[in-house]
């Protein structure tokens, strides 16, 4: 069974940094493209980050580029989000997802909740 657990979130001040892990389990994780989603409090979905399978192609959401950057470990089956300059809008829950997403296809996950993970609260707060 497909398994995905985010961890690393917290609280931080304006311009600090966190990084963020999922471990993956139950799924083929090095044949497939990962992604990172976050959701503010009272807001949709918003897609941050995708990398492809192999971890050299990387596509960013426009609010984070330059300040946010997505790995992987695929002997360990771990995906990261290294997030720095973090501002008070990036506070949400974040979660690592199965799959090749954009701000276009995020939605899907509704209906996919077995590709996502119980998230990871980041808090950004002077």
């Known amino acids: 069974d497909v398994q995905l657990v985010e961890s690393g979130g917290g609280l931080v001040q304006p311009g600090g940094s966190l990084r963020l892990s999922c471990a993956a389990s139950?799924?083929?994780?090095?044949?497939?493209?990962m992604s990172w989603v976050r959701q503010a409090t009272g807001k949709g979905l918003e897609w941050v980050s995708t990398i492809n399978s192999f971890g050299w192609a990387t596509h960013y959401a426009h609010s984070v580029q330059g300040r946010f950057t997505i790995s992987r470990d695929n002997a360990k089956n771990f995906l990261y989000l290294q997030l720095n300059s973090l501002k008070t809008e990036d506070s949400a829950v974040y979660y690592c997802a199965k799959g090749n997403l954009d701000q276009n296809t995020v939605q899907d996950l509704l209906n996919s909740r077995n590709d996502w993970g119980q998230g990871t609260q980041v808090t950004v707060s002077s």
């Open positions: 139950g799924f083929a994780f090095s044949t497939y493209p």
